[in-house]
C-alpha cells in the first residue's frame, strides 16, 4: 500500500477473510468480496528463459499463457516460478503476492482485458487484503506493460 500511495495511485481498500484451503485464491477473493471473478486480478511469479522474474497479473478466473507472456516480455520461453523464490523475490507470503511493493521489484505485464473495466483489483500486500484502482493508474504507477496474456 505503501508503494501505491507512493507512486500517487488513488485507490480503496477491499478486506475480505482469506481461505487458506480454497482451490483458487483469486476466485475465492472475488467470491467473498462479491465482485466479478474478471475485475480481481491474480500476481503470478514467472521465470523468462534468462532467468529473470516478472510478474503477471490475469483475472482471477484466467489462465495464464506463458507463451504471450514471453513474446511481451521478449523472451523466448517463460515458466511459473517456484512459489519460495517467488516469496524471497517479492518479500510477500503466496496468496498475499501485490504488484506493488515487492523487495526487488519485477518488470509488471498486465492483462488487456483491464482496459475494459473501469476499476481492477489487485492484491494489497497480505492475505485478505485487497486494493480496487483505475485500470490505467494501475499500470503506469506499476510501469506495466499492457498487454494480452491469457490463453484460450
Not at 484451503?21 to 468480496?33: C, F, T
Not at 519460495?84 to 523475490?89: C, H, L, N, Q, V
Not at 473501469?118 to 483505475?134: C, D, H, S, T
Amino acid at each position: 500500500m505503501r508503494a501505491a500511495e507512493a507512486a500517487g495511485l488513488d485507490f480503496r481498500l477491499l478486506e475480505y477473510d482469506y481461505d487458506p484451503d480454497a482451490d483458487s485464491v483469486g476466485l475465492q477473493a472475488a467470491a467473498a468480496m462479491g465482485i466479478p471473478a474478471a475485475r480481481v486480478f491474480k500476481t503470478l511469479v514467472c521465470v523468462l528463459d534468462g532467468g529473470e522474474m516478472v510478474c503477471a497479473a490475469i483475472p482471477s478466473d484466467a489462465r495464464l499463457s506463458l507463451k504471450a507472456l514471453a513474446v511481451a516480455a521478449g523472451a523466448k520461453r517463460a515458466e511459473m516460478s517456484d512459489p519460495a523464490k517467488a516469496e524471497r523475490s517479492t518479500g510477500y507470503v503466496v496468496g498475499g503476492i501485490s504488484p506493488f511493493g515487492q523487495r526487488k521489484r519485477l518488470r509488471c505485464f498486465l492483462d488487456a482485458s483491464a482496459a475494459t473495466h473501469a476499476e481492477i483489483v489487485v492484491n494489497g500486500g497480505r492475505r485478505g487484503l485487497q486494493m480496487a484502482a483505475a485500470p490505467g493508474a494501475v499500470a503506469a504507477a506499476l510501469e506495466a506493460v499492457l498487454c494480452p496474456l491469457q490463453s484460450e
